[in-house]
């Protein structure tokens, strides 16, 4: 069976793009797990969490709901 061929330029533009995508998901998951950790100390506000996060207000208000059920 016969391999396609792929433009080495092109496999390397794919291959950043994984990685850039890859490295922004961990960075988003990162500010979740520390606006949780901060939901539960109860240190900061929703509106306080997602100013030094970044996080969307909607985003940690869904994250306190989550942590309140559990």
Same mark, same amino acid.
């Given at each position: 069976?016969?391999? $396609?061929?792929?433009? $080495? /330029?092109?496999k =390397?533009?794919? @291959?950043?793009?994984?990685? =850039?995508? !890859? /490295?922004?998901?961990? /960075?988003?998951? !990162? /500010? #979740?797990?520390?606006? +949780?950790?901060?939901?539960? =100390?109860?240190?900061? &506000?929703?509106?306080? #969490?997602?100013?030094? &996060?970044? @996080?969307?207000?909607?985003?940690? %208000?869904? @994250?306190?709901e +989550?942590? %309140?059920?559990?």
């Amino acid at each position: 069976m016969l391999k $396609p061929w792929i433009d $080495p /330029k092109v496999k =390397r533009k794919a @291959l950043m793009e994984g990685r =850039r995508e !890859g /490295k922004l998901q961990g /960075k988003i998951e !990162g /500010k #979740i797990e520390v606006a +949780e950790q901060l939901l539960r =100390r109860g240190i900061m &506000t929703p509106p306080e #969490i997602s100013e030094i &996060t970044g @996080l969307p207000l909607e985003q940690v %208000s869904r @994250l306190q709901e +989550e942590n %309140s059920q559990q």
